[in-house]
């Protein structure tokens, strides 16, 4: 639907009304996607509501993808895109890279399209995220992260494990903005006590399928980098690695697997892996 001035005007005044900070940007968005000025209408008291955007246009952009987006999906942040863009930097071109806790597949998709001669699996147990995932060209392994690993292949398979798990202390989700509460899956956001419980099950896994050297991205916050370090080192990582924006806050951890631990260097799948 084109969008004459007046209306453009108008939907940004209202949503700045409703409290969205990119009230703008959002406007141009709900301009374009809407067929009719009723449907624009319908969409702007959802939005309002403090629905997300991306749940009622359908899409979000990540690292310059359009990615599908399904109403009840966590919604991929452009703050995880710099997690995205170093891990492809750190995938060879003929690579594997397993993306846990894959969402609707941001981060695997980027990993695709930046490398496309490597194999990337997501992994996800909500079945409708797996869907998003699966709908945004994502092969998908639909699973709990610890039985998931062992379908997926034996110890050292993967060049790249990236991670963008709940990491929020449950005491502090009080702090997110309320429409995130409201509408977002409380399991994508809610890491427990420390914020740690999902984190140190990736660790976990990522120290046995990694190939020595292989690279872990893990997406944390506030100061976590420092409570993750050990755990990191206590699974045999070496090289660690806070990487911050450029506000100065913490957004990520990488990893490197270190090569003297002992390991199965078997090159040989599990029947109906699908990276075969």
């Known amino acids: 639907m084109r969008s004459d001035p007046a209306m453009a005007a108008r939907t940004t005044a209202r949503l700045a009304r409703a409290g969205c900070v990119a009230a703008p940007d959002e406007a141009a968005d709900l301009t374009a996607a809407a067929p009719t000025p009723a449907v624009l209408e319908t969409w702007l008291r959802r939005r309002e509501a403090g629905e997300p955007l991306a749940w009622i246009v359908g899409q979000v952009r990540f690292c310059g993808h359009v990615l599908a987006i399904d109403p009840g999906v966590y919604v991929p942040r452009f703050q995880t895109e710099d997690l995205a863009r170093r891990a492809a930097s750190l995938l ?49 392994v639909i699973d709990d992260l610890g039985a998931s690993i062992g379908v997926v292949g034996a110890g050292g398979m993967f060049d790249v494990v990236t991670a963008v798990a709940p ?96 390991r199965q260097h078997d090159a040989s799948l599990w029947p109906g892996d699908p990276l075969r």
């Open 92 to 140: 060879p071109s003929r690579g594997r890279a397993l993306d846990l806790c894959t969402g609707a597949g941001a981060v695997a998709v980027h990993l695709q399209r930046a490398v496309p001669s490597a194999a990337v699996i997501g992994v996800e147990r909500d079945l409708v995220a797996a869907g998003c995932a699966g709908g945004n060209g994502v092969t998908v």
């Open 167 to 262: 990491y929020v202390p449950t005491d502090a989700l009080h702090l997110l903005p309320r429409d995130t509460l409201r509408y977002e899956p409380r399991a994508a956001l809610d890491g427990g006590a420390d914020g740690l419980d999902v984190i140190r099950r990736v660790i976990a896994r990522a120290g046995e399928v990694l190939r020595p050297g292989g690279w872990l991205l893990i997406e944390v916050g506030g100061d976590q980098d420092r409570p993750v370090a050990p755990l990191l080192r206590a699974a045999g990582f070496g090289e660690v690695a806070a990487h911050r924006d450029g506000e100065g806050d913490l957004r990520f951890v990488a990893a490197r697997a270190d090569g003297y631990r002992k």
